[in-house]
Antibody, heavy 121, light 107 residues
Framework: EVQLLESGGGLVQPGGSLRLSCAAS????????MSWVRQATGKGLEWVSS????????NYADSVKGRFTISRDNSKNTVYLQMNSLRVEDTAVYYC??????????????WGQGTLVTVSS | EIVLTQSPATLSLSPGERATLSCGAS???????LAWYQQKPGLPPRLLIS???NRATGIPDRFSGSGSGTDFTLTISRLEPEDFAVYYC?????????FGQGTKVEI
């Protein structure tokens, strides 16, 4: 069974930084693309970023481009999301999710439990 | 960017009834690259349907997906108590993949 476990969320001031981690198990991690999807409280889902299996290619939503960086360490079965210049509107639960195959656009299964990021002064 | 509009926003039904949820796209969803998810409070989304009509592993056959082009439907043939939740559609035709705003199925 594939399991994804996020960590690293918390409270940060506007303009601050945070790094999220997602530890994966139950899959050949180095062969699979990975993604981050977020959900503001009481709101819908928004795809944030994806990375290829090798880490050579990445993709970002316009809302985070230039501020967020996705990366991975295949030796640790972990994908990261470095979030800089955080804004109040970045407040959300951030889910790690596995796209089917295509890192640019695909359906997601499974999803992690999520980690809450709160940007507030 | 393809915009997905789900209707209705809220569906009030009783156990045993049939639920019909709609997802409309602002442009054609090629190859029927459309998925449906179920989300319960405090939990992550769960994949129900991919490619508009393919049930995911372990999903009961009371869930079915249909449609093509710009109009898609998720049908729950007979609602069970555990089916009361929020349902989202998602396209994955091209980047950015986007989600609908959700339909809440409530008792």
């Amino acid at each position: 069974e594939v399991q994804l476990l996020e960590s690293g969320g918390g409270l940060v001031q506007p303009g601050g930084s945070l790094r999220l981690s997602c530890a994966a198990s139950g899959l050949t991690f180095s062969s699979r693309a990975m993604s981050w999807v977020r959900q503001a409280t009481g709101k819908g889902l928004e795809w944030v970023s994806s990375i290829t299996a090798s880490g050579d290619n990445t993709n970002y939503a316009d809302s985070v481009k230039g501020r967020f960086t996705i990366s991975r360490d295949n030796s640790k079965n972990t994908v990261y999301l470095q979030m800089n210049s955080l804004r109040v509107e970045d407040t959300a639960v951030y889910y790690c999710a596995k796209p089917n195959w295509n890192y640019r656009a695909d359906w997601f299964d499974p999803w992690g439990q999520g980690t809450l990021v709160t940007v507030s002064s | 960017e393809i915009v997905l509009t789900q209707s209705p926003a809220t569906l009030s039904l009783s156990p045993g009834e049939r639920a019909t949820l709609s997802c409309g796209a602002s442009q054609s969803v090629n190859n029927n690259y459309l998925a449906w998810y179920q989300q319960k409070p405090g939990l992550p989304p769960r994949l129900l349907i991919s490619d508009a009509s393919n049930r995911a592993t372990g999903i009961p056959d009371r869930f079915s997906g249909s449609g093509s082009g710009t109009d898609f439907t998720l049908t729950i043939s007979r609602l069970e108590p555990e089916d009361f939740a929020v349902y989202y559609c998602q396209h994955y035709v091209t980047s950015p993949s986007t989600f609908g705003q959700g339909t809440k199925v409530e008792i």
